[in-house]
């Protein structure tokens, strides 16, 4: 099962909010991901994160990867809504091919 | 830079046949990663091949099965298909297989949908 402790499960928010999302767990991952999914398609990569405390931005997307390496937050501010998909984080200890995926969060902004 | 591509992009069998994804990584990209989602179990770990070898295996019967072939490219093959195989599946590929670092970044591509009949 799911190593990973993703929320909130799903998010209904009005169009400019800001949205936040984190994933925790009861091990240490070397890297954080965060990916978008769009229904029919594969997840896509917004940010990368490497080392604890790292704190990165891709345009209105900031992402942190927490500092005792359990945990990760992704902000994204100024929502619009194209922002609407299910958005994972994963964990990885080092070997890319298992990657710990969370459940995913489902957002939703309304115009 | 070209992404990964996978075909067929939707596929329906019917139960007891057998299946054969494909993928083709990033160039460049020589590890390759299965992975199946569906709606109860979300995300989970297939196989891993790097130099056309297995290097790692998730928690799946033996019916699921893989292979690399030079160019990296990859396939992976599902035998007597049952209704639970019903997913999408997801390939992603990296440069490299060990270690952490960016070279171990995961990029996935639109998957293979699979509806058993």
Known sequence: ?111 | KAGVTQTPRYLIKTRGQQVTLSCSPISGHRSVSWYQQTPGQGLQFLFEYFSETQRNKGNFPGRFSGRQFSNSRSEMNVSTLELGDSALYLCASSLTLSGSGSTDTQYFGPGTRLTVL
Do not use: H
């Not at chain 1, 009005?14 to 965060?34: A, H, K, P, R, Y």
């Not at chain 1, 940010?47 to 005792?68: D, H, M, V, W």
């Open chain 1, 1 to 111: 099962g799911q190593q990973l402790n993703q929320s909130p499960q799903s998010m209904f928010i009005q169009e400019g909010e800001d949205v936040s999302m984190n994933c925790t767990s009861s091990s240490i991952f070397n890297t954080w991901l965060w990916y978008k999914q769009d229904p029919g398609e594969g997840p896509v990569l917004l940010i990368a994160l490497y080392k604890a405390g790292e704190l990165t931005s891709n345009g209105r997307l900031t992402a942190q990867f927490g500092i005792t390496r359990k945990d990760s937050f992704l902000n994204i501010s100024a929502s619009i809504p194209s922002d609407v998909g299910i958005y994972f984080c994963a964990g990885q200890r080092g070997n890319a091919g298992k990657s710990t995926f969370g459940d995913g969060t489902t957002l939703t902004v309304k115009p």
